[in-house]
């Protein structure tokens, strides 16, 4: 996250781009989860060190995690930057799912990753990730987001971020809001605006989207008893059969009336099927029994469950179906970290590390040969 002026000036984490500040521009060095931008990324690793670590890069080994569709050429600058630029004594390169598949305590397991900008299915066989069986689909966090935004906009329900807001008074559900403007906001960005727009929609999200454990009618929905959600300005809004109805499309995306995004569109339940059925069939009933979810947009209430009602509807009844979902919300948000603090700690994993002195000796195509 940087701040545009005479000599550019960068502000790195959540909390520090919080606060709003003139020419300032929000932007990450992650696209399509893999380095897009090395200059950012390096000034991000700078502050992490410095900042959050407070440690020497020199003293310590390092690993890292990466997707399972991460470009070679990618590969081998996060090597060669934290090995040549950072001087780190070892390195290490593991994929997302098997960390994943780590912090469950399995070594084999199908990971269904639903964040931000997709949903993907990934298999683990014996703690390694079967390529050709990679799935993805956009629906996902963003998605949802999108799909808020509409209903709001059909609404006439403005988005006043927190930043705006002077003061603001108690209202009913439903009555106009009454706040004032705060004072001497400086000239932001647009980026800057969405974010934080987005910061509130996301919040709406996780507080009011639920999914329902089976397909069910507009009648069915409209029984159940609403969710109201408080925006920053003080609005208060009832959420009905919508809070059901913007995220069925993660498992129906045909069957909806609500506005679809571009792209290639699989429900979660078909992303799932699809990796599998691009497997060996001696290793299918390994991943079936061993589903594990991962990032945010999973963490909807009753998203894994429809996905295990979905699942049961595709298979016979001599498939185990099991979706695990761990310990609490925070672990499916950090998984991978857990996995790797889990996989950094084992004896064995010692001889795996590339070394300062076997980078030096190979150079970066190693990471191809130790960090499959």
């Known amino acids: 996250m940087l701040t545009g002026d005479e000599k550019t000036k960068h502000h790195v984490g959540t909390n520090a781009i919080m606060y709003p500040r003139e020419r300032s521009e929000v932007v990450s060095p992650i696209k399509d989860g893999m380095v897009d931008n090395w200059e950012l990324y390096e000034t991000m690793m700078d502050h992490l ?20 569709w991460n470009k070679m050429e990618k590969r081998h600058k996060t090597c060669e930057v934290m090995l040549e630029k950072y001087n780190a004594p070892a390195f290490y390169l593991c994929k997302n799912a098997v960390l994943v598949a780590f912090a469950s305590g399995r070594s084999t397991a199908l990971v269904l990753d639903s964040g931000a900008a997709q949903t993907t299915a990934v298999p683990v066989h014996d703690g390694y990730v079967l390529q050709h069986g990679v799935v993805r689909s956009p629906l996902a ?14 609404q006439q329900i403005e988005v006043v971020p927190t930043y705006k807001i002077g003061s603001k008074e108690p209202v009913k559900e439903g009555q106009a809001p009454i706040w004032t403007l705060r004072k001497n906001i400086p000239g932001v960005t647009a980026s800057w605006h969405n974010y934080q727009v987005d910061y509130v ?8 989207l639920q999914v329902h454990d089976k397909p069910a009618t507009e009648e069915e929905l409209n029984m159940i008893p609403g969710n109201v959600f408080e925006f920053p300005n003080g609005y208060n809004h009832l959420f009905g059969a919508e809070r059901f109805k913007i995220p069925e499309p993660l498992f129906d995306p045909l069957g909806t009336n609500l506005r679809i995004l571009g792209g290639d569109m699989l429900a979660a339940q078909h992303v799932l099927s699809s990796s599998i059925s691009m497997c060996d069939i001696d290793v299918r009933p390994g991943l079936w029994s061993n589903i594990v979810l ?6 909807l209430t009753g998203f894994a469950d429809r996905l295990t009602t979905e699942c049961h509807a595709k298979m016979t009844s001599s498939t185990k179906v099991k979706v695990v979902t761990g310990g609490n919300s925070t672990d499916r948000i950090f998984s991978a970290w857990v996995g790797a603090s889990i996989l950094a700690s084992l004896g064995t994993f010692q001889e795996l590390w590339i070394s300062k002195q076997e980078y030096e ?12």
């Open 49 to 68: 060190y410095s900042k959050c670590l407070s440690v020497e890069s020199s003293e310590h080994p390092v690993m890292m995690s990466e997707v399972a």
């Open 141 to 154: 966090g963003n998605f949802l987001a999108a799909q808020v935004r509409e209903y709001l906009k059909d």
């Open 201 to 208: 929609i996301e919040d709406l999200i996780h507080h009011v």
């Open 294 to 299: 991962a990032g945010g947009t999973t963490l």
């Open 361 to 372: 000796e190979e150079g970066k195509l190693i990471v191809d040969k130790k960090c499959p």
